[in-house]
């Protein structure tokens, strides 16, 4: 891959800058010959208040901002391959769309600078490196790059690999933030739309966690209805099985619970009746698992991490057994004791035995002294169904 290094000024850069507040349109720049936000490019995410004030700040005071990458497209036209961001961030600031704090704390958006301050950005000068190579090359390099010290995830990596119509349709749906159904799946889905995180958890769910090979098969794709009614058909079944939003569904792995059990029938009035219950329940140390436990049938009490018993109270009821044990001849295991093994008269030490329900916790015991017993491992492994 060639490489030429040369220099741009942000005023030149800004010549035409056309920024769309709806990611991934129109932005472009050097009199429309530049495309700022490529296809694979990742949406633009400095829109904080301060990274984006800080490109700014770094202008007025000299600072260095660091190296731009363009790949060159044709002999008159080239895209940001590597300083999207920085470059979204002056165009958005000098056509009025933030404003930053000047010295006396006050806002002042570009239009209402002094005009020597106005003149030292338009006339900062920005390194730029214009690359030329194969489409494989500018996006292997693409995917080493780091952003202004914001590394790409894996999912801006995947979609600057396989780029194209798919990727394309893809973002305009699952990566828009403008999207009306962003409030929705954010109730089970954690993170947001500019760093791909819908989009990745679609993809996910559709393509049973093979996404770079799903969006492979894909790329030429020019529609993306299986994408979108696979994700469609996992939210709609999570929101009819469980009727109250909790906040301890978001960030679940919606798509592997729905593979595992979208063919059982589940009653939503009673699964909201246990969803409470199990959320009230002090002993229930896990939350989060409350809902893969109820899709299960209630069986599998590790999802829930109850509450163990504590040592005093071990303890207290170890001694107990103990002194009964010894005072009756027979182990201070209630279950060795009523066998015919070796171990029918043996007195355990508390190291080698195990806190245990007497009445099992799923069917109502409390984790309580006087629901507590001590068995030996060895019974108490056997028992289960805690």
């Known amino acids: 891959m060639n490489t030429t290094l040369t220099t741009h000024t942000v005023r030149k850069i800004c010549e035409g800058f056309v920024y769309n507040e709806l990611e991934g349109r129109g932005l472009f720049g050097l009199s429309g010959k530049l495309t700022i936000q490529p296809e694979y490019q990742r949406n633009y995410i400095y829109v904080d208040g301060k990274k984006d004030v800080a490109v700014i700040d770094s202008l007025l005071k000299g600072y260095p901002i660091g190296l731009i990458y363009f790949n060159k497209v044709t002999d008159t036209n080239v895209e940001v391959l590597d300083g999207q961001q920085r470059i979204t961030s002056i165009g958005r600031f000098v056509t009025n769309k933030f404003a930053i704090r000047d010295d006396n704390g006050m806002e002042q958006y570009y239009s209402g600078l002094a005009r020597d301050k106005q003149d030292i950005i338009m006339n900062t000068e920005l390194l730029v490196y214009e690359c030329e190579g ?17 590394p790409l995830n894996e999912q801006e990596i995947l979609n600057a690999v396989y780029s194209g119509p798919f990727v394309t349709l893809a973002k305009k749906e699952f990566s828009n933030s403008q999207n ?128 163990v018993f504590d040592e005093a109270t071990k303890r207290d009821v170890y001694n107990r057994q103990t002194t009964e044990a010894k005072s009756q001849e027979v182990s201070n295991c209630p279950h060795c004791a009523l066998g015919h093994e070796v171990n029918q008269k043996k007195l355990w030490p508390l190291k080698d035995m195990d806190a245990d329900h007497v009445t099992a916790w799923s069917k109502g015991g409390p984790t309580s002294k006087d629901n507590c017993q001590l068995l030996c491992k060895t019974h108490n492994r056997a028992k289960g169904n805690l």
């Not at 090359?137 to 202004?148: M, R, S, V």
Request: proline content about 3%; hydrophobic content about 35%.
């Open 134 to 150: 194969t489409e494989s090359q500018i996006k292997e390099w693409f995917k080493t790059i780091n952003i202004a010290g914001v």
């Open 180 to 307: 009306s159904n962003i409030l929705k799946w954010s109730a089970y889905i954690r993170g947001s739309a500019n760093r791909q995180d819908f989009l990745e958890r679609a993809l996910d769910w559709v393509s049973e966690g093979q996404i770079g090979d799903y969006m492979s098969r894909h790329r030429y794709d020019t529609n993306i209805n299986e994408l979108k009614t696979y994700f469609g058909t996992v939210i709609d079944w999570i929101s009819a099985v469980f009727i109250d939003v909790k906040p301890e569904m978001r960030g679940l792995p919606w798509g592997k619970l729905y593979r595992q059990y979208h063919g059982h029938a589940y009653n939503p009035a009673e699964v909201a009746v246990q969803v409470r219950q199990l959320s009230a329940d002090p002993y229930v140390n896990h939350k989060r698992g409350i809902f893969e436990y109820i899709l299960g049938g209630q069986r599998d009490t590790k999802l829930l991490d109850v509450r």
